[in-house]
């Protein structure tokens, strides 16, 4: 019986992982890529699996045993996993706009509900599987059998974790449902033979659920079209493709071919005014543009458009492969011949390691012209080619009078807050780096920096005619039309009255926090008018109120309440695991670039520190005391400041694309992990000192739950972004600090 509940837990680890990572990269294409929502998915997760845990820990005894709940719910969790997929991607329902973005708090609470079926079985089996433990086992205490669970569980998390890393990340979604529903069942026949259940309707239903996930295996692949289909409302789905850096795909509406990552518009395969606009502008700014960066998409006209100007070579860098071989498949010939012009070079690289190389195998010199061709920086990933440092890294490789060129989405006539606060942010990091930034404002707001003189009209109109450009719209009036109309002061103006806008750097993404107030205000005015005004807050404050909350909470502490800081100190740990997982999961997509390969495996590092804390914390139970959270809480706090500490240095010496730099994360996350981990079976063992009511063994457990929840939602949807990766980890360490004194302060008065 043990042995078959101990593959229960592992099994029930393993599975969860996997329909967590698959679930949450699911709904990363809803949002359209945005790292920030990961925080919105993990928050809903956490707290279905919360309210779970407490219904578990309230299942009634007697006839029906513990273990038979187990293996019904192995049942449902199989059963329940490929029907999330199909919700999630029913978000997005046929019938809508072509091309519309989406509302986000629909899309978010549509989020919360397609996950909670799913999540609720997976809380209850937990408590559950404790519960069958100990009446298995009657000489192990309520806690211990808690603390068992929790370390197998996240064993099972650790396997999972590195499972979907190394052999499920591109697999159909579909496969890996009925793969992780395989799993289920087979830790359920394990439990029916080893109590045994005699329950004919158990059996029955999960030889159905068998039968079912037979049947899905050779239908995976038209699920999978069918229900990605469902992702572009309003067009028709081409070609869609799972890559280690996101999911692709082409679609069309009528003869226009639209290209997609992550659920993310990137363009289309012909807009020559865009591309027009964004190329010659800036190499008209040069006299004589002969080496040229291109960073992005160069499928939608882009490269045509730069080899228009005779330039001696132009690299092309773009991250994932797969992206020119769909260019190739779906482009017109006019757009190949761009790409197979032996002039361009395209390099597949990250664009920031690329600048950063200084090897001249890899960059034969400085440029003249740097063309940044990215969609707006909504997401951590896109913000790299907003920020301070990397606009040092282009300034680094510019030739003298080298101009760098971006263009972020706009409405000139009526210059909405967040627009404003995002045109004024980047305006200011740019002035901060280069010595002359124009801008162009129209529906898009082109940026010209450099670090010669600001080009005039004169000089753009003169280099017109003897480059003998043949073009559609950027012609000589509309060159005078762009440079000198009154947009111009009126851009100049609201970017003024924003002249304390902070900084958009890689460690505080604030762009990122404008462009989804933009997204909200589209939709909800007053609540993005609230949003908006978070950048106001500044961490220190925030600090210093959770020092004060925990010195008076210590001064009117009474002996008789010690025993409750086992689920309070729990909630603020798992708080900081969240937080500082979030934290190093946005650094890692900043620093190295490509988060959505290395997801479940940093997921699994945390699991693996949990795993690693709890059985080092399940040993030394015996002597749980109020002191021993005071230092786990110092743990935490060092933790988190030696990794805010690490964040910051990458951050000054350009360090993130240094191979050791992956495994440091890795290490990090281990260590957040084991303090929670660790905490979890002391804070057990003094929240149920010696009860044996079965109904409180879901305590400590549903407030590690809800204290992840709250970071989840207060940490990735508004401390990230609006504080930076430096100040929220160093505000982790302030509450841990005041946690530490808290308990101390409960010590002296028991």
């Given at each position: ?101 989406p509302d986000p708090v629909p899309a978010m609470f549509q989020a919360a509900l397609a996950l909670a079926p799913l999540c609720l079985v997976l809380g209850a089996q937990f408590v559950l599987g404790a519960r069958a433990w100990r009446e298995a086992d009657a000489p192990d205490g309520l806690e211990r059998a808690v603390g068992r669970a929790y370390v197998l569980e996240t064993a099972g998390f ?43 309707r158990l059996r029955g239903g999960l030889l159905a659920v068998a039968a079912g996930l037979l049947a899905l295996w050779p239908l995976a692949g038209r699920f999978e079209r069918a229900t990605s289909a469902w992702r572009f409302p309003g067009q028709v789905l081409v070609e869609s493709r799972a890559s280690i850096y996101g999911r692709l795909a082409v679609t069309t509406v009528g003869a226009q ?119 707006d920086p909504a997401t951590a990933l896109l913000n790299r080619y907003y920020s301070l440092e990397f606009f040092r890294d282009v300034r680094r490789r510019l030739a003298p009078g080298g101009v760098l060129a971006l263009r972020l989405g706009f409405s000139p006539d009526q210059v909405a807050p967040a627009l404003a606060d995002l045109g004024a942010s980047i305006d200011r990091t740019l002035r ?319």
């Amino acid at each position: 019986m043990r042995k078959a509940l101990a593959f229960s837990f592992v099994a029930l680890g393993v599975a969860a992982l996997v329909a967590q990572v698959s679930l949450l990269r699911e709904w990363l294409a809803v949002f359209g890529g945005n790292e920030f929502f990961i925080g919105w998915t993990l928050f809903a997760w956490l707290s279905w699996v919360a309210l779970g845990a407490l219904a578990g820990g309230r299942w009634p005894g007697g006839a029906r045993p513990p273990a038979a709940a187990v293996a019904a719910g192995h049942g449902l969790a199989a059963l329940l996993f490929p029907a999330a997929l199909v919700l999630v991607r029913a978000s997005r329902a046929p019938g809508g706009v072509a091309g519309a973005i989406p509302d986000p708090v629909p899309a978010m609470f549509q989020a919360a509900l397609a996950l909670a079926p799913l999540c609720l079985v997976l809380g209850a089996q937990f408590v559950l599987g404790a519960r069958a433990w100990r009446e298995a086992d009657a000489p192990d205490g309520l806690e211990r059998a808690v603390g068992r669970a929790y370390v197998l569980e996240t064993a099972g998390f650790v396997a999972g974790g590195i499972l979907f890393s190394f052999l499920l990340a591109t697999r159909n979604s579909f496969h890996v449902a009925a793969l992780a529903g395989s799993l289920h069942l087979l830790a359920a026949g394990f439990l029916c033979a080893a109590v045994p259940l005699r329950s004919r309707r158990l059996r029955g239903g999960l030889l159905a659920v068998a039968a079912g996930l037979l049947a899905l295996w050779p239908l995976a692949g038209r699920f999978e079209r069918a229900t990605s289909a469902w992702r572009f409302p309003g067009q028709v789905l081409v070609e869609s493709r799972a890559s280690i850096y996101g999911r692709l795909a082409v679609t069309t509406v009528g003869a226009q071919v639209n290209f997609h990552e992550n659920g993310a518009f990137l363009g289309t395969a012909e807009d020559r005014q865009a591309s027009e606009t964004l190329v010659h502008f800036p190499m008209l700014a040069h006299p004589d543009p002969r080496r040229v960066l291109l960073i992005g998409a160069g499928f939608n006209g882009a490269l045509r458009e730069i080899l228009k100007h005779h330039p001696a070579r132009v690299d092309h860098v773009e991250l994932d492969p797969l992206w020119t071989d769909l260019a190739r498949r779906h482009l017109a010939p006019g757009l190949r011949a761009a790409l197979d012009d032996p002039r361009v070079r395209t390099v597949f690289a990250d664009a920031r390691a690329f600048l950063r190389s200084g090897s001249e195998a890899d960059s034969p010199g400085p440029y003249d012209v740097v063309i940044v061709n990215l969609p707006d920086p909504a997401t951590a990933l896109l913000n790299r080619y907003y920020s301070l440092e990397f606009f040092r890294d282009v300034r680094r490789r510019l030739a003298p009078g080298g101009v760098l060129a971006l263009r972020l989405g706009f409405s000139p006539d009526q210059v909405a807050p967040a627009l404003a606060d995002l045109g004024a942010s980047i305006d200011r990091t740019l002035r901060a780096v280069f010595a002359s930034v124009v801008f162009l404002p129209e529906y898009e707001i082109l940026f010209l920096a450099s670090d010669g003189p600001a080009p005039t009209t004169a000089d753009l109109v003169a280099r017109h005619g003897p480059r003998r450009l043949c073009v559609d719209f950027v012609i000589p009036p509309y060159v005078a039309y762009r440079l000198g109309t009154d947009r111009v002061g009126q851009v100049r103006a609201a970017f003024a009255a924003r002249a304390d806008a902070p900084l958009n750097r890689d460690v505080r993404p604030i762009a990122c926090h404008y462009v989804l107030v933009h997204w909200l205000d589209a939709f909800h005015p007053r609540l993005a008018a609230f949003a908006g005004r978070a950048d106001r807050v500044r961490w220190p404050a925030a600090a210093a109120v959770v020092l004060v909350w925990a010195a008076l909470a210590g001064a009117t502490a009474r002996p008789r309440a010690a025993h409750r800081l086992g689920a309070g100190a729990m909630a603020v740990a798992s708080f900081t695991l969240m937080g500082g997982e979030l934290a190093l999961l946005l650094a890692f997509q900043i620093f190295r670039g490509y988060l959505y390969r290395q997801l479940a495996l940093l997921f699994a590092a945390v699991m693996l520190g949990m795993a690693l804390g709890a059985a080092a914390g399940a040993r030394r139970s015996g002597r749980a005391r109020p002191g021993a959270l005071a230092g786990l809480h110092l743990l935490a706090a060092a933790t988190a400041a030696g990794s805010a500490a690490f964040v910051e240095r990458l951050a000054a010496g350009g360090l993130g694309a240094a191979p050791w730099t992956e495994a440091v994360f890795l290490l990090l996350a281990v260590a957040i992990g084991g303090v929670a981990g660790g905490e979890f079976p002391v804070a057990n063992r003094i929240q149920l000192a010696g009860a044996a009511d079965p109904r409180r063994a879901g305590i400590v457990y549903a407030a590690d739950l809800a204290g992840s929840c709250a970071a989840a939602l207060g940490i990735g949807l508004w401390a990230l972004p609006v504080l930076g990766l430096g100040a929220t980890l160093g505000w982790l360490a302030a509450l841990n600090v005041g946690v530490a004194l808290l308990c101390l302060r409960r010590r002296a008065a028991a």
